[in-house]
C-alpha cells in the first residue's frame, strides 16, 4: 500500500513563500508522475503542478508568473520519492488544502492533504 507522507503547510501573509513536500512509501512499483492539486471551499479540485519521474513539468496557469516564469516551482527527488512544491508571491486566492498524489502502474495514489492558508 503506497503511502504519500504531506508536510509544509501553514499561515502565511500575502505575498509570502511556503515549500510543501510529499514524501511516498510503500510502493513496489516505480513511480511515475508525482504532483499537487488543491481544493479550495466551494470550489472543485484542480490540478496545480505535475512533474514526470524524468523531471517534466505542467502548471495550471493561475500559478505562472509573467514572462512564463511561475511563482509556484514543482521539483521531485526520485532517489526519495519526495515532491517539492515551491510557492512564492503567494496570494490570499492560494489559499485550499493541497493534496499531493503519486501515480503507479496499478493506479494513483492520494495524501491527506495541507492547509496552505494566505492572509490579506
Known amino acids: 500500500q503506497v503511502q504519500l507522507a504531506e508536510s509544509g503547510g501553514g499561515l502565511v501573509q500575502a505575498g509570502g513563500s511556503l515549500r510543501l513536500s510529499c514524501a511516498a512509501s510503500g510502493s513496489r512499483f516505480a513511480i ?3 504532483g499537487w ?8 479540485r484542480e490540478l496545480v503542478a505535475a512533474i514526470t519521474s524524468g523531471g517534466r513539468t505542467d502548471y495550471v496557469d493561475s500559478v505562472k ?18 515532491v517539492y512544491l515551491q510557492m512564492t508571491s503567494l496570494k490570499p486566492e492560494d489559499t485550499a488544502v493541497y493534496y499531493c498524489y503519486a501515480e503507479v502502474s496499478l493506479g494513483t495514489h492520494w495524501g491527506q492533504g495541507t492547509q496552505v492558508t494566505v492572509s490579506s
Open 32 to 34: 511515475n508522475a508525482m
Open 65 to 82: 508568473g509573467r514572462f512564463t516564469i511561475s511563482t509556484f516551482t514543482i521539483s521531485r527527488d526520485n532517489t526519495k520519492n519526495t
Open 37 to 44: 492539486y488543491r481544493q479550495a471551499p466551494g470550489k472543485q
